[in-house]
């Protein structure tokens, strides 16, 4: 675990530092494109839309702080979607989001049962997924303006079991 890291559950009030650390990262999701993201794309990262997921039993809200400072969150819904993961920055490469979604794998885990969980990533994410053993199950795509690969990790929960 990263030194002086604390990961907990978001909390409302986290909304507006949630929404500021989506917005600076932003231009990674983009890099090269021509249309901008339509309005809509955007109101989902507004703090009063990340108020109402965290607000909402369909989804699950983690933070990372360091000395207090939000740096990272990972968002899922129904516990089988990534919708937000994002590390600020100044934070990157240092195992914030392995630790974010570490978490996040444990407490799916717990549950028992097979794992399946998807995402779309950016272009720009997707070394950090594959990492953590997504791979893709789709060809690049564009919505919204925003370009991303779905891309999915399946985890058998008995492969485990039999494995310890």
Request: net charge positive.
């Amino acid at each position: 675990m990263i030194q002086g890291i604390t990961i907990r559950l978001a909390t409302c009030s986290d909304a507006p530092d949630i929404s500021k650390l989506i917005y600076a990262q932003f231009h990674h999701r983009t890099p090269t494109l021509a249309e901008q993201p339509t309005p809509e794309f955007f109101a989902g990262f507004a703090p009063e839309t990340i108020k109402e997921y965290i607000g909402s039993a369909r989804y699950r809200y983690l933070v990372a702080l360091i000395e207090g400072q939000l740096v990272g969150v990972l968002g899922i819904r129904d516990s089988e979607r990534i919708i937000h993961l994002f590390v600020a920055e100044s934070y990157q490469r240092r195992g914030i989001a392995r630790a974010l979604w570490g978490r996040t794998k444990s407490e799916l885990m717990a549950d028992g049962g097979d794992v399946r969980v998807v995402t779309n990533s950016s272009i720009y994410a997707i070394p950090v997924y594959e990492r953590f053993g997504f791979k893709a199950i789709g060809p690049r795509a564009e919505r919204a303006g925003v370009t991303y690969v779905p891309m999915q990790l399946v985890i058998s929960n008995s492969q485990c079991q039999q494995a310890t």
